[in-house]
C-alpha cells in the first residue's frame, strides 16, 4: 500500500471533508462526469418510495442524495440528512434553502455511528459514498438497523472496483493517475483525493459488505454493480 494515510478517526475525516466543502460538488460531478446523479437516482428508486415516508440520509455530505429524494416523483416527505462536517452540511443546507426544500430537509450535525434519532422512527435510510469513509463500519449498520421501522430499506451506494479486465486497467489507471491531481489541484487539499481511491481500495469488498449487513441483522442484503462496477448499490431490509 501507499503511504497514504487511512486512519478514519472523526476529527481527520470531518477536518478532510470540510476543507473540500465548497469545491466537492464541482470535483464529483467533474470527476463522475455527471454518472453521480443517476447513481443517487438509482439508489432512490430502489427504495420504492410512495411519497409518504421518513428518509434519513446518512454521510448527507452537501445534501445531494438527501436533495434528490425530496425531489423524486414520488419521493419521501421528510428527509433527515445526517454528517459530521459542519462546512460540507452548510453547502448543503444553501442548496435546501435555494431549492425551497427546507420544511422537508432537515440537516442535523452527527455520527453515523451514533444516529440523534429515536428507535424506529425513519422508514428508509440511504448513504451515498459515505459508508467507507466511517470508521466502525459495523456499529453504523447497527444504528440503522436501530432508527428503521420494521420492514425499512436501505440502500447504499459505495465504490467498487470493475472486475471486467479491460475496464478493471482503465478506471484504475483514472482512479489512481487522473483523479488525484486533479482533485488537489482543484480542491486545493494535498490528500483528499489520494485518499479516494487508497480508501476505496481498502474497503471490504462486494461480498464482504453484504455479509456485514447480514451479520448485524439485515435481511434481503444484496450487492447490485451499477457503470461496470465502478459503483455498487447495496439494498437490504430490516426484517
Ligand atoms: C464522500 S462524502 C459523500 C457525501 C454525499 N453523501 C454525496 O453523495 O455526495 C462522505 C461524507 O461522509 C461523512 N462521514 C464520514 N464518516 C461519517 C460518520 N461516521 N458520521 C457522519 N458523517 C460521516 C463525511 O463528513 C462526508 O461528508
Given at each position: ?31 463522475s462526469?455527471?454518472v453521480d446523479?443517476?447513481w443517487?437516482?438509482r439508489a ?83 448513504i451515498a459514498f459515505?459508508i467507507r ?23 447504499i451506494l459505495e465504490f467498487g472496483i470493475p472486475a471486467t479486465?479491460?475496464v478493471r486497467?482503465l478506471y484504475l489507471?483514472y482512479f ?20 479516494l481511491p487508497a480508501s476505496v481500495s481498502a474497503f471490504a469488498s462486494p461480498d464482504e459488505f453484504v455479509?456485514v ?9 444484496i450487492a447490485v454493480p451499477l457503470t461496470f462496477g465502478i459503483v455498487f448499490l447495496y ?5
Amino acid at each position: 500500500m501507499s503511504r497514504t494515510d487511512l486512519s478514519k478517526s472523526p476529527a481527520r475525516i470531518a477536518g478532510m471533508f470540510d476543507a473540500i466543502a465548497t469545491r466537492y460538488d464541482f470535483l464529483n460531478h467533474l470527476l463522475s462526469v455527471g454518472v453521480d446523479r443517476r447513481w443517487r437516482r438509482r439508489a432512490i428508486r430502489a427504495l420504492s418510495l410512495t411519497g409518504r415516508e421518513r428518509v434519513l440520509d446518512l454521510c448527507t455530505g452537501t445534501a445531494d442524495l438527501a436533495i434528490a429524494s425530496a425531489d423524486a416523483r414520488p419521493g419521501a416527505a421528510r428527509v433527515i440528512g445526517v454528517d459530521f462536517a459542519g462546512a460540507m452540511l452548510q453547502v448543503g443546507q444553501h442548496k435546501i434553502r435555494h431549492g425551497h426544500l427546507t420544511d422537508r430537509i432537515t440537516l442535523v450535525r452527527g455520527d453515523a455511528t451514533r444516529i440523534p434519532l429515536g428507535d424506529r422512527t425513519v422508514d428508509a435510510i440511504t448513504i451515498a459514498f459515505g459508508i467507507r469513509n466511517v470508521e466502525n463500519t459495523a456499529a453504523a449498520c447497527r444504528e440503522m438497523l436501530r432508527v428503521l421501522k420494521p420492514g425499512g430499506r436501505v440502500a447504499i451506494l459505495e465504490f467498487g472496483i470493475p472486475a471486467t479486465p479491460g475496464v478493471r486497467a482503465l478506471y484504475l489507471w483514472y482512479f489512481t493517475h487522473v483523479l488525484p491531481p486533479i482533485g488537489r489541484i482543484v480542491s486545493r487539499h494535498n490528500a483528499a483525493y489520494g485518499y479516494l481511491p487508497a480508501s476505496v481500495s481498502a474497503f471490504a469488498s462486494p461480498d464482504e459488505f453484504v455479509t456485514v449487513l447480514r451479520e448485524c441483522g439485515f435481511v434481503d442484503a444484496i450487492a447490485v454493480p451499477l457503470t461496470f462496477g465502478i459503483v455498487f448499490l447495496y439494498t437490504a431490509r430490516c426484517g
